[in-house]
Nanobody
Framework: QVQLVESGGGLVQPGGSLTLSCAAS????????MGWYRQARGKQRELVAT???????NYADSVKGRFTISGDNAKNTVYLQMNSLKPEDTAVYYC?????????WGQGTQVTVSS
């Protein structure tokens, strides 16, 4: 059973930065996209950023210009550099891999932006 292992969450002050990392425990064949989603308390899970195997990226409007997604889909690794963090970025962040057969999800990592 392939697992996605996330790391890098934590507590940061407004205006600060964090980098999230995600790696698959084994190769996921047929990977099409890798990305990050988040879910704040009491809200639905939402897309943060995704990256296709061809390198195209997509960002939520709320994070454009502040967050950067990078990685290597062939190696099933993906990173999310988060700058200029705001309290409204507080959420559990989930790594996602979309393949030909199914979606994979990480267990989530908490990001809290607070002074």
């Amino acid at each position: 059973q392939v697992q996605l292992v996330e790391s890098g969450g934590g507590l940061v002050q407004p205006g600060g930065s964090l980098t999230l990392s995600c790696a698959a425990s084994a190769t996921i064949f047929g990977t099409k996209t890798m990305g990050w989603y988040r879910q704040a308390r009491g809200k639905q899970r939402e897309l943060v950023a995704t990256r296709t195997s061809g390198g195209s990226t997509n960002y939520a409007d709320s994070v454009k210009g502040r967050f950067t997604i990078s990685g290597d889909n062939a190696k099933n690794t993906v990173y999310l550099q988060m700058n200029s963090l705001k309290p409204e970025d507080t959420a559990v962040y989930y790594c996602n891999v979309g393949s030909d057969l199914r979606d994979y999800w990480g267990q989530g990592t908490q990001v809290t932006v607070s002074s």
